[in-house]
């Protein structure tokens, strides 16, 4: 059934031409002579005005009570006043009428009603969403609802730009999108904290575990139990963290990839700034060197955040009405700014010079925390600011040894607002000591044999980052909680829908 959207009927010219509107009811206004009803699709923001004049339709109809032999209908002012007692907050219509000028501010057309059809109804009794105010906690408890409030459909809007925003980017730079595994065996953080994939019946090892305990067999044996030879895959199992060792395999056959899917991590924490499934964007990029990356990472903040800016102008205007006040004033900023890029080492010692203001110190070899990030990019810089070589015991065992044996080349990119946004690294392009850091954190090298063999043969120094796509929705949108910039939250304890 093919039908104009509301978004495309609202920029049309009044001209009295007949339009057809689909959608869910905001509210019904009634009064003795006009109803007035705001119905949303779902397409953009705003909502369209159906207006019902009774005096009017009293006398086109004739009284609007004789039976329209054609369709064994009642006419349609009859028929109008029976649907109207229907529509309730809610409920899903379709209607009928002429398009003409608005005299209320703030639209500049509105439907005047010649049909309406009830297709589903929804209860006031029983219908969670009235007209109310509701938080976003209630609403997490009807995720399956909440993409109906102006809040959810805003940041459904922002969700799917940003999304077209990503591949355009990439694809305008000629990257090939490029599907990772979502089920690995390894472990590309090496933080073990992944959820395991298994065909085995837990239930059975339990009992060979009850039964081997009373054999007199030590817990620390338990391991031994568990025979990843049966399983599905042969071997351990577990859903991936990141797609980015894939993608350095393909980046090194097509020279400019990018994955964007989801990942998983089974960190139990309850914060708002942690989910267990999330989507992760992950371009790799062969003949890169950190100073390439930190290139690539800048221009792509700065024209997501100007897409959002230019193309999802209404969205925008309520998160910063409604959400973050200012929310486009700091994002306007950002779009216009030199990034500062300064060494972790440098960026240590502006913080110790501030130490006072921190609950944790800041020192060189720590991690650095939300508090000193914003720090450094809201009073010390304010602007975004590119933190690179870091100590190589606080990153991952995949990105590029310095000359001084104590930092790698890696990247944190920092925003005003929310700290870090992005993490990246030159990789490490030597085998040797490749494997010497696989073997320093006590990974297994067999694990990784395909990743060492990428050095082996036709090594290529290069780059990549990550962008968690939660974390910049979280941001151009000003939402606090990044449960609340996806469709579905997947957290410790909750699995819902």
């Given at each position: 059934m093919q039908h104009t959207l509301i978004k495309d009927i609202l920029v049309s010219k009044p001209d009295g031409k007949t339009v057809d509107v689909?959608?869910?009811?905001?509210?019904?206004?009634?009064?003795?002579?006009?109803?007035?009803?705001?119905?949303?699709?779902?397409?953009?923001?705003?909502?369209?005005?159906?207006?019902?004049?009774?005096?009017?339709?009293?006398?086109?109809?004739?009284?609007?009570?004789?039976?329209?032999?054609?369709?064994?209908?009642?006419?349609?002012?009859?028929?109008?006043?029976?649907?109207?007692?229907?529509?309730?907050?809610?409920?899903?219509?379709?209607?009928?009428?002429?398009?003409?000028?608005?005299p209320a501010s703030g639209q500049a057309v509105e439907v005047a009603l010649?049909?309406?059809?009830?297709?589903?109804?929804?209860?006031?009794?029983?219908?969670?969403?009235?007209?109310?105010?509701?938080?976003?906690?209630?609403?997490?408890?009807?995720?399956?609802?909440?993409?109906?409030?102006n809040a959810f459909g805003a940041v459904g809007r922002m969700r799917n730009q940003m999304a077209f925003a990503v591949h355009t980017f990439f694809q305008e730079r000629g990257f090939n999108y490029v599907h990772t595994p979502i089920i690995t065996a390894s472990d590309a953080e090496g933080a073990g904290e992944m959820f395991q994939v298994t065909t085995l019946d837990l239930k059975k090892i339990a009992e060979a575990g009850i039964i081997a305990g009373a054999k007199g067999t030590k817990p620390?044996?338990?391991?031994?139990?568990?025979?990843?030879?049966?399983?599905?895959?042969?071997?351990?199992?577990?859903?991936?963290?990141?797609?980015?060792?894939?993608?350095?395999?393909?980046?090194?056959?097509?020279?400019?990839v990018y994955t964007f899917g989801?990942?998983?991590?089974?960190?139990?924490?309850?914060?708002?700034?942690?989910?267990?499934?999330?989507?992760?964007?992950?371009?790799?990029?062969?003949?890169?060197?950190?100073?390439?990356?930190?290139d690539l990472a800048e221009d792509f903040i700065k024209y997501l955040v100007n897409w959002a800016l230019t193309k999802c102008t209404e969205d925008m205007a309520f998160f910063d009405a409604r959400i973050q006040k200012g929310l486009i004033d700091t994002l306007k900023k950002v779009a216009s700014s030199d990034f500062k890029r300064i060494s972790y080492t440098d960026a240590v010692k502006e913080l110790e010079k501030n130490n006072d203001r921190f609950e944790f110190k800041a020192f060189w070899g720590c991690d650095l925390q939300t508090e000193h990030e914003r720090f450094l990019t809201e009073?010390?810089?304010?602007?975004?600011?590119?933190?690179?070589?870091?100590?190589?015991?606080?990153?991952?065992?995949?990105?590029?040894?310095?000359?001084?044996?104590?930092?790698?080349?890696?990247?944190?990119?920092?925003?005003?607002?929310?700290?870090?946004?992005?993490?990246?690294?030159?990789?490490?392009?030597?085998?040797?000591?490749?494997?010497?850091?696989?073997?320093?954190?006590?990974?297994?090298?067999?694990?990784?044999?395909?990743?060492?063999?990428?050095?082996?043969?036709?090594?290529?120094?290069?780059?990549?980052?990550?962008?968690?796509?939660?974390?910049l929705l979280r941001y151009v949108t000003g939402m606090a909680n990044l449960r609340d910039v996806i469709p579905f939250p997947r957290t410790p304890k909750s699995a819902e829908f």
């Amino acid at each position: 059934m093919q039908h104009t959207l509301i978004k495309d009927i609202l920029v049309s010219k009044p001209d009295g031409k007949t339009v057809d509107v689909y959608g869910w009811v905001r509210t019904k206004r009634d009064s003795k002579n006009l109803c007035f009803i705001e119905v949303n699709d779902g397409s953009c923001f705003a909502s369209i005005q159906l207006t019902f004049d009774r005096e009017n339709a009293a006398h086109t109809s004739a009284g609007g009570a004789a039976h329209d032999a054609a369709t064994g209908t009642v006419n349609d002012a009859t028929h109008i006043e029976n649907e109207l007692k229907k529509i309730t907050t809610g409920a899903s219509i379709h209607a009928s009428g002429k398009l003409i000028p608005s005299p209320a501010s703030g639209q500049a057309v509105e439907v005047a009603l010649e049909r309406i059809d009830v297709l589903g109804e929804a209860s006031a009794e029983t219908y969670p969403l009235q007209k109310k105010g509701h938080s976003f906690e209630f609403l997490r408890e009807i995720a399956h609802l909440r993409p109906r409030t102006n809040a959810f459909g805003a940041v459904g809007r922002m969700r799917n730009q940003m999304a077209f925003a990503v591949h355009t980017f990439f694809q305008e730079r000629g990257f090939n999108y490029v599907h990772t595994p979502i089920i690995t065996a390894s472990d590309a953080e090496g933080a073990g904290e992944m959820f395991q994939v298994t065909t085995l019946d837990l239930k059975k090892i339990a009992e060979a575990g009850i039964i081997a305990g009373a054999k007199g067999t030590k817990p620390e044996k338990a391991a031994e139990l568990v025979d990843y030879t049966k399983d599905f895959f042969g071997k351990s199992a577990n859903l991936t963290v990141s797609g980015q060792l894939e993608a350095e395999a393909w980046a090194t056959a097509l020279s400019r990839v990018y994955t964007f899917g989801p990942t998983f991590r089974a960190e139990n924490s309850n914060t708002p700034r942690h989910l267990a499934e999330f989507w992760m964007i992950e371009p790799e990029m062969a003949f890169f060197d950190l100073d390439d990356d930190m290139d690539l990472a800048e221009d792509f903040i700065k024209y997501l955040v100007n897409w959002a800016l230019t193309k999802c102008t209404e969205d925008m205007a309520f998160f910063d009405a409604r959400i973050q006040k200012g929310l486009i004033d700091t994002l306007k900023k950002v779009a216009s700014s030199d990034f500062k890029r300064i060494s972790y080492t440098d960026a240590v010692k502006e913080l110790e010079k501030n130490n006072d203001r921190f609950e944790f110190k800041a020192f060189w070899g720590c991690d650095l925390q939300t508090e000193h990030e914003r720090f450094l990019t809201e009073q010390l810089f304010n602007k975004p600011v590119m933190v690179y070589d870091y100590p190589k015991e606080i990153k991952a065992f995949y990105m590029k040894l310095n000359a001084d044996g104590k930092t790698v080349r890696a990247v944190d990119v920092l925003v005003p607002g929310i700290g870090e946004i992005i993490g990246g690294s030159q990789r490490e392009e030597n085998y040797d000591v490749l494997l010497s850091r696989i073997k320093e954190l006590g990974l297994n090298p067999e694990d990784y044999r395909w990743y060492l063999d990428l050095r082996k043969y036709g090594s290529v120094v290069h780059s990549g980052f990550g962008l968690g796509f939660e974390r910049l929705l979280r941001y151009v949108t000003g939402m606090a909680n990044l449960r609340d910039v996806i469709p579905f939250p997947r957290t410790p304890k909750s699995a819902e829908f």
